[in-house]
């Protein structure tokens, strides 16, 4: 008897999830942001987002993501820096079940070559992609569970690479003596030394159970 009341129990348990997980379930809906004004500065502080970097056409910085009233972005400009946070207004019962489909989850980010001064983009879970291209300030990447790639990447003051659970791959403009280095790696490996002191622009990288791999180019 003690078994059949069990039994019943988890079924019922188990039809309120289904239906929770049911309810709450609201397609995605695309949108995109286009600046207005002049930027010098962006970041994106995202949760569970591929994020995608491409070079714009007509020197504006565009954004092109996927939202419903569950999971959500903040956008927002000031002083020139514009700021793209991940948000949401979920239930418990919004955590159960499968994840947004990978084109929900990606954001496509559209920059000018050589106008910004300075790019910082930090996701969770996901990878972080970039082609060639040149700030005068820094650039700052970091990624927790997933890969970060980059085209040649040239950079007025330092370049930064954090990554837990995946790989920093990609090259950097500039001689190998252009740049002092520090570089972590835990549960993998690197083909940076852990230090070197000189050189006028900064090389800050660390990893932690993957690979690093990044190699130097001429302009």
């Given at each position: 008897?003690?078994?059949?009341?069990?039994?019943?129990l988890?079924?019922?348990?188990?039809?309120?999830?289904?239906?929770?997980?049911?309810?709450?379930?609201?397609?995605?809906?695309?949108?995109?942001?286009?600046?207005?004004?002049?930027?010098?500065?962006?970041?994106?502080?995202?949760?569970?987002?591929?994020?995608?970097?491409s070079?714009?056409?007509?020197?504006?910085?565009?954004?092109?993501?996927?939202?419903?009233?569950?999971?959500?972005?903040?956008?927002?400009?000031s002083?020139n820096?514009?700021?793209?946070?991940?948000?949401?207004?979920?239930?418990?019962?919004?955590?159960?079940?499968?994840?947004?489909?990978?084109?929900?989850?990606?954001?496509?980010?559209?920059?000018?070559?050589?106008?910004?001064?300075?790019?910082?983009?930090?996701?969770?879970?996901?990878?972080?992609?970039?082609?060639?291209?040149?700030?005068?300030?820094?650039?700052?990447?970091?990624?927790?569970?997933?890969?970060?790639?980059?085209?040649?990447?040239?950079?007025?003051?330092?370049?930064?690479?954090?990554?837990?659970?995946?790989?920093?791959?990609?090259?950097?403009?500039?001689?190998?003596?252009?740049?002092?280095?520090?570089?972590?790696?835990?549960?993998?490996?690197?083909?940076?030394?852990?230090?070197?002191?000189?050189?006028?622009?900064?090389?800050?990288?660390?990893?932690?159970?993957?690979?690093?791999?990044?190699?130097?180019?001429?302009?």
């Open positions: 008897m003690k078994k059949i009341i069990s039994l019943v988890l079924l019922m348990l188990s039809s309120f999830i289904l239906s929770g997980c049911s309810d709450s379930s609201e397609p995605f809906e695309e949108k995109s942001y286009t600046s207005d004004t002049q930027i010098d500065e962006i970041n994106l502080n995202l949760r569970d987002r591929e994020i995608e970097v070079l714009s056409e007509d020197e504006q910085v565009h954004i092109q993501y996927y939202e419903n009233s569950k999971e959500y972005y903040d956008i927002s400009v002083g820096v514009l700021t793209m946070a991940s948000a949401s207004d979920k239930e418990w019962t919004d955590y159960i079940g499968g994840k947004p489909s990978a084109e929900n989850r990606k954001v496509s980010l559209q920059i000018p070559d050589a106008l910004l001064k300075n790019i910082t983009l930090s996701t969770t879970n996901e990878d972080i992609t970039l082609p060639a291209l040149s700030v005068s300030g820094s650039i700052n990447i970091s990624s927790n569970g997933g890969n970060i790639a980059f085209g040649s990447l040239d950079v007025g003051t330092a370049l930064t690479l954090n990554v837990k659970n995946g790989d920093i791959s990609g090259t950097v403009v500039g001689g190998y003596d252009d740049f002092s280095i520090k570089s972590e790696i835990k549960k993998g490996e690197s083909n940076l030394p852990d230090n070197k002191e000189s050189g006028e622009k900064a090389l800050n990288v660390s990893g932690n159970n993957g690979d690093i791999n990044i190699e130097f180019v001429s302009e």
